[in-house]
């Protein structure tokens, strides 16, 4: 970057600097910004020994003067004109000693060096000592910093070019005149002769300073295409990869466009450079003409590494997804799906103009038993600015499906490799041209592999393949990622599973969660780093009993029904057994705590500490809860009013404090239905009240089971509160603990019989009809209901 490039881009405090040393009329800042490259490419060192070269660049500096001062003019600057010509004024006192105007300029760039380094130096003692964040800050803004340099050299190349032809043009009108004019004189015709010489000197030294700049401003352009398409783009795609699988990551393409563009400008200002030099050789050459040696090189380099941008350039911003789904990148057949693609590069006057068709890849086909589709709907769009947010250019696909095709002769047969139908990846292409000031080049972008279904069924394996991929590979065009499916690393596994629970729910997964789940995966390990996960282990397709069958369940019932009670934090959720006893046991009796259940797909429940008679404690856990539960009654209303009965009959709730101590009202209170009379929808018939009651003898320790996830998965749910009876270590059997009939309340003679009652309370919107109470007696599969007076 040029010198007056670089501390014009200094902090505030080293710019006061700048602006102290230009505070006096020796050298003007608007001389030294104007002629910033022509300065800097100077030998004012020997100028300030040699008289001679002192004499030539004073006069080249006050051609130059005049040459910006016709610039003015043409802008119709009044100020800058009438500063221009007072500059040139005071530097024509210079003409007695032209070597002290070398002197005084080579002070001024050395004192700019000066200013320079101390600013470089303070900001490597701040890189020593600042937060990754901040250098990934510092990053951002060193990139801007780079695109402004770009930007800068561009408009110095545009004066650049104007002095040229203005240079051209002296020279080409002194030669004319000379060749028209008949000099007998032979010394006025060799003073003329040399003159031109110089002026014809003058001009090969800028053509060629012209192309070492525009080489230069090429250096600059390919080093900023390597930090977008190599590292800017590639970030933004592996954070595009998570975020579909549910990590926050910003995706936000705005200010990769804003740099896209910036440096696609300035390449097609470039070819204009390039363009023009071809035009003021084609009026004025000579023999070892630089232009007509090194110019179709520069034109091969610039539109190569325009063309390399610009494939790059084209992306999809939104992928694939259904409007029902369970998330992106999972389509199933005959179904509508949308995806929007989008050009980076953004120039208004191809808005309407680019159309954009979507297909099938065609890799697929050559993998014998792969299933192929076609894709159906409006498949040709044109770039837009209107059908996005931030006016990008987006061709934006809403009404899309796929439809399989029938295989042919050459496609059927068994496949040679073992996939899945939900471990088949595909991808979706987009292709478009990009065509302005006369280039032209084809563009095309891909999607994230997806998942294609022909059944809803297949939507839990489909997703947890999304899942795999998306956390592991990085190679977004790995089809074939299934047939050699590496492991993940629990770091890798753990990060993406707290990702589901904070995308559905808004709150993740805290160590102490996760470090259950690896407990529940590895066994107690003393660190999990080096552990792996086998994507078999994960999932397959047709096996009930994966982890993600189990995790998915849970993460289900905490969105559909317990979302805010997770988001607070109220539900412990991932804790063993074990470690729940441990817990509670040292906690004062009432204490309980709300946990998953690891037998029962979606299930949750609650354990709370007892004191015996002896003054031990003792931990009970009830039967889990599960959807067919929570769907009548909310999980809040069940712990508000559950109840057991004592040896004597007295009801009573044992739930009193949230694990570590929080009094259970205080933590549930908010949620809790104010409603009373016909407004309350669990006070209804006669001013009853569902709740969950069991007999307390029911809850005693019985023998225990396996854990649940290694012997207990396949069991059904039994009747009865008691979930340690069907969760605790030991042989697998059924447990004995069932609720015990509850006797017909005489108070309650001139109502319904006793189960027209409870199936009432357990459904109030039927008709009072005993046949069809009768009927509907089986919905209560793991808790019985009872009427009591309120």
């Not at 004066?159 to 240079?167: D, R, V």
């Not at 466009?257 to 084609?282: D, H, M, N, Y």
């Not at 059924?734 to 009939?741: I, Q």
């Not at 027209?756 to 793991?782: H, R, V």
Request: glycine share 4%; net charge negative; proline share 4%.
């Amino acid at each position: 970057m040029a010198l007056w490039d670089r501390v014009r881009q200094l902090p505030a405090a080293y710019q006061q600097q700048l602006d102290e040393l230009y505070d006096r009329d020796a050298l003007p800042m608007d001389v030294r910004h104007y002629l910033s490259v022509w300065m800097e490419n100077q030998e004012w060192e020997r100028a300030a020994r040699e008289h001679d070269l002192a004499v030539v660049l004073l006069q080249v500096l006050l051609e130059n003067l005049d040459i910006q001062h016709s610039r003015f003019v043409q802008e119709e600057s009044f100020l800058m004109q009438h500063n221009i010509r007072r500059y040139k004024q005071n530097f024509q006192r210079y003409l007695e000693d032209p070597c002290d105007l070398a002197r005084t300029i080579l002070w001024f760039l050395e004192k700019e060096k000066e200013i320079l380094q101390s600013a470089e130096l303070a900001e490597q003692v701040q890189l020593l000592q600042v937060e990754p964040e901040i250098m990934e800050i510092n990053s951002q803004q060193d990139l801007e910093r780079k695109m402004a340099g770009l930007r800068n050299e561009v408009q110095c190349m545009e004066h650049t070019m104007i002095c040229l032809e203005e240079q051209q043009d002296e020279f080409d009108f002194k030669y004319q005149t000379h060749m028209m004019e008949a000099v007998v004189d032979e010394a006025v015709k060799k003073a003329q002769v040399q003159v031109l010489q110089l002026l014809v000197n003058r001009l090969n030294n800028s053509r060629k300073s012209t192309l070492s700049d525009l080489n230069k401003l090429l250096d600059r352009a390919e080093d900023l295409i390597d930090i977008l398409v190599k590292k800017e783009l590639v970030e933004w795609q592996r954070r595009l990869q998570k975020a579909c699988i549910g990590a926050p990551d910003d995706v936000c393409l705005d200010q990769l466009e804003k740099w896209f563009t910036c440096v696609a400008v300035c390449l097609f200002q470039v070819r204009e450079f390039l363009s023009k030099l071809e035009e003021l050789v084609g009026k004025v050459s000579y023999e070892d003409d630089p232009v007509k040696a090194k110019r179709p090189a520069l034109q091969k380099r610039a539109d190569t590494l325009l063309r390399d941008l610009l494939k790059s350039s084209f992306v999809v911003e939104t992928q694939p997804s259904m409007p029902q789904g369970k998330g992106s990148l999972v389509l199933r057949t005959n179904i509508q799906f949308s995806v929007k693609a989008r050009l980076l590069v953004k120039f208004p006057e191809l808005n309407h103009f680019m159309k954009v068709t979507v297909s099938m890849e065609r890799e697929t086909h050559q993998i014998k038993g792969y299933r192929r589709f076609n894709v159906l709907g409006t498949t040709t769009k044109a770039l837009n600015m209107t059908e996005s947010q931030s006016g990008g250019m987006v061709a934006d696909f809403r009404h899309l499906t796929l439809k399989e095709q029938k295989s042919g002769g050459s496609s059927k047969g068994i496949s040679d490799i073992s996939l899945t139908v939900t471990e088949e990846l595909h991808i979706i292409c987009f292709h478009t041209v990009f065509e302005l000031k006369g280039f032209s080049v084809e563009l095309q972008a891909s999607s994230l592999p997806v998942v294609i279904i022909s059944n809803s069924s297949q939507q839990q394996s489909a997703w947890a393949s999304v899942l795999w991929f998306n956390m592991i590979s990085q190679d977004t065009k790995d089809i074939m990622f299934f047939a050699n499916c590496p492991a993940a690393s629990w770091p890798q596994f753990g990060e993406m599973l707290s990702w589901q629970f904070l995308s559905a729910t808004k709150r993740g997964l805290n160590d102490a969660q996760l470090e259950m789940i690896a407990v529940k995966l590895f066994g107690k390990q003393l660190n999990y780093d080096n552990c792996k996960v086998a994507w078999s282990k994960f999932s397959k397709e047709n096996s009930p009993d994966t982890f993600w069958v189990w995790f998915d369940g849970i993460l289900v019932m905490v969105k559909t029904y317990l979302e805010d009670l997770w988001r607070d934090g109220l539900i412990m959720g991932f804790v063993s057994k074990g470690k729940e006893k441990s817990l509670l046991k040292r906690k004062q009796r009432g204490t309980f705590l709300l946990r998953f259940s690891e037998s029962v797909i979606g299930g949750i429940t609650f354990s709370w500490v007892e004191t015996t008679e002896n003054g031990q404690p003792d931990v009970k856990t009830v039967q889990p809860f599960t959807k067919v539960d929570l769907i009548q009654i909310p999980f809040h209303e069940i712990i508000r009013n559950f109840q057991i009965l004592e040896a004597d009959n007295i009801p009573e709730n044992p739930l009193l404090y949230l694990y570590p101590n929080t009094p259970k009202d205080n933590a549930f209170g908010k949620y809790y239905s104010d409603r009373t009379g016909d407004d309350s929808p669990y006070i209804k018939y006669i001013k009853t009240k569902l709740m969950f009651v069991s007999k307390e003898n029911t809850l005693e320790a019985r023998p225990s089971m396996s854990s649940d996830m290694a012997l207990g998965d396949c069991l059904e749910p039994v009747n009865g509160l008691c979930e340690e009876a069907a969760e605790q270590n030991g042989e697998p059997q059924l447990p004995d603990c069932v609720v015990e009939p509850h006797q017909f309340d005489p108070r309650l003679s001139d109502a319904a019989p006793p189960e027209d009652l409870l199936m009432y309370l357990n459904n109030p919107n039927l008709l009072e009809d005993s046949n069809i109470f009768e009927d509907e007696m089986g919905d209560f599969s793991l808790q019985e209901l009872i009427g009591l007076n309120s």
